[in-house]
């Protein structure tokens, strides 16, 4: 007795903590997505790829680590850790497979702010070794550093609390014209503070609002002490740049390798510099040493953390904003998915850790995550690879920097902020699909020239937040009766075989980035719906929106006919007569669903658009111009599709 009841209380034992090893295996696996991606690395295939992908980055680490760091107002070699210690963190705890983390223009300003106003005396010349015990570095550099490991570690909370708060279903807040402005807005500071250098001009630190136009104004004031051998030197290495990047991105599918332009580029500047004693002919400025080695760690000081906030608050929004739509554009592109709190993890944890090695704030820059993408880089495989080469240089090659020309290094950031900086273009595609939102990139992007990132970027979300709201109460809803009375008449006219090939999905308020997520989520619910029998048509479930607040919270479209789809083609209407107004993220959402729905062989049609409508639809994408898809009616929508279907089935006839 007391045995079989050993045996029953094990076995309930063992059903009690079954699932609970599976919840934590699960948990783990969402919580550590490399565990995820990395049981199933195909090392045949994506090794070569990442190998090659994890050398040119590693170049664009070290050279943007070390302006970056500068940038920052600390020595060069903390960039160099600043490349290192974030990407191997993110490459663990990152969604994004094709995200490069590290040092980030904008973080560098950012902290820079900090640096300068914590400690301002002194100069930013390397100072003679053995006044510190830490890589032979002067008091004045561990200050300096200090203040922006603080600025790094607290903006690293603030991340990792947002996390725990479950922030990031606050994202849809931010929409693509108000990111696409940011960045570009950030983009434009990292070129002017790298007009000193480019130029050759000494010049004081300038921050605060409106210092982008006081920048400008010095250097105009001073025109007469540019350096021409800077300038010149300068303006050979962007030709050579742009024109070996371009020739490279034409013939990348005829060859195996791309020229590593950068690193050739920073050979030759160096050895040329070393050979010509540039630095004391023409007094053109360089790196200076770099130290060997990586310290040990040290906790960045605490006592200051209460001055940096600011910083801190903009090192962690505008970080996480950037590094977001990198993650999400990657994940679109390779068809894949991103959970947004658990960004706010990584980039916590890659800002936080690091802030204990000496490290600069970190984000994902889209320079170096455009190279992954040109180079053919599979997962972050080519991140640890580039941190690989990181630690050679580091350990070894970094003394042989010295000679490197400070607007050689300009040259190749500016350079490679050319993804950003051509994001200019989009302002036609916006002035096309909705005006509205070409008003709010500009103003966005004025915002954030004119005073800070974070500042534009929280300009441009209350803008955003505040027109469709103004909207919002002036869109007309659509009567459920008149519904009713539609769905009748197309079901009567239908013929029973066709209807069940046919979903009737009616959207019956605007499409905005407020619920165009929700949108899109729910029109794929109800494409991928399976069910064993139909529903009556007097038992489907409507979303009548009448309110805001029920057009917010109970969805977006009202399901017509829910069967699901056999296995030949099925077709899709979509009644657009609800659909009042839209923005750009409603119609890029429309596109994407159509083009989805495409490659699952579903065909899309749409009825009762607005003229604006199809004219921002056709613009943003690239449609079906071989058959139509826009109608006047949904009966006009079905005809169509009835009588492909007769035409089809008339081939059929026929070929038998």
Known sequence: MTGAKRKKRSALWGKMHTPHREDIKQWCKRRLPILEWAPQYNLKENLLPDTVSGVMLAVQQVTQGLSFAMLSSVHPVFGLYGSLFPAIIYAVFGMGRHVATGTFGLMSLISANAVERLVPQGSRNLTAPGNSSVLGLSEFEL???????????????????????????ATFLLTEPVISAMTTGAATHVVTSQVKYLLGIKMPYISGPLGFFYIYAYVFENIKSVQLEALLLSLLSIIVLVLVKELNEQFKRKIKVVLPVDLVLIIAASFACYCTNMENTYGLEVVGRIPNGIPAPRAPPMNILSAVLTEAFGVALVGYVASLALAQGSAKKFKYSVDDNQEFLAHGLSNVIPSFLFCI??????????????????????????????????????????????????SI?????????????????????????????????????????NVGLLFGVVCTIAIVLGRFPRAKTLSITDMKEMELKVKTEMHDETSQNIKIISINNPLVFLNAKKFSADLMKIILKESDSSQPLDDISKCEQNTLLSSLSNGNCSEEASQPCPSEKCSLVLNCSGLTFFDYTGVSTLVELYLDCKSRSVDVFLANCTASLIKAMTYYGNLDTEKPIFFDSVPAAISIIQSNKNLSKASDHSEV
């Open 143 to 169: 200050q300096r550093i200090g203040v922006a490991a603080a600025v790094s570690f607290l903006g690293g909370v603030i991340q990792l609390v947002m996390f725990v708060l479950q922030l990031g279903s």
């Open 361 to 410: 704030p970190s984000a994902a820059a889209m320079g170096r995550t455009a190279g992954l993408y040109s180079t053919g880089a599979k997962t972050q495989v080519a991140c640890l690879i580039s941190c690989i080469f990181v630690l050679i240089v580091i350990y070894a090659i970094g003394p042989l920097l010295y000679w490197l020309p400070m607007c050689v290094l300009a």
């Open 413 to 453: 950031i500016v350079v490679g902020l050319k993804g950003m900086l051509i994001q200019f273009r989009d302002l036609k595609k916006y002035w096309n699909v909705d005006k509205i939102d070409w008003g709010i990139w500009i103003s966005t992007y004025i915002f954030t020239i004119c005073f800070a990132a």
